[in-house]
């Protein structure tokens, strides 16, 4: 069992960064792969970014590649979410997902595939 807690969302205007962190409580995070998924308004729930149990594996949605940055530190049990030239269209409520993995260097792509999700945090861009 893992919980997870997202923090660091809110409002900010298009052209600015956010940092998004989901805190994951136990002591094997580093067997977890781990993704960010977001959900609009009206909207299913999509990819964002999907970072591999040793952080070696990326993954991006297009809508986000070159603009976002998955990481990780297994040390804090900790991944971020860093999140530059933001849109109003990035505007949603930002969730994070783990799930084991025995491979070191795979990420998972669909939100079935993750056992555990946070609550969200919530973001807001203004144009």
């Known amino acids: 069992q893992v919980q997870l807690v997202e923090s660091g969302g809110g409002l900010v205007q298009a052209g600015d960064s956010l940092r998004l962190s989901c805190a994951a409580s136990g002591r094997t995070f580093s067997t977890y792969a781990m993704g960010w998924f977001r959900q609009a308004p009206g909207k299913e729930r999509e990819f964002v970014a999907a970072?591999?149990?040793?952080?070696?594996?990326?993954s991006y949605a297009d809508s986000v590649k070159g603009r976002f940055t998955v990481s990780r530190d297994n040390a804090k049990n900790t991944v971020y979410l860093e999140m530059n030239s933001l849109r109003p269209e990035d505007t949603a409520v930002y969730y994070c997902?783990?799930?084991?993995?025995?491979?070191?260097?795979?990420?998972?792509?669909?939100?079935?595939?993750?056992?555990?999700w946070g609550q969200g945090t919530q973001v807001t861009v203004s144009s």
């Open positions: 997902a783990a799930r084991t993995s025995f491979s070191s260097s795979y990420t998972y792509l669909q939100s079935h595939e993750y056992n555990y």
């Open positions: 970072i591999s149990r040793t952080g070696s594996v990326t």
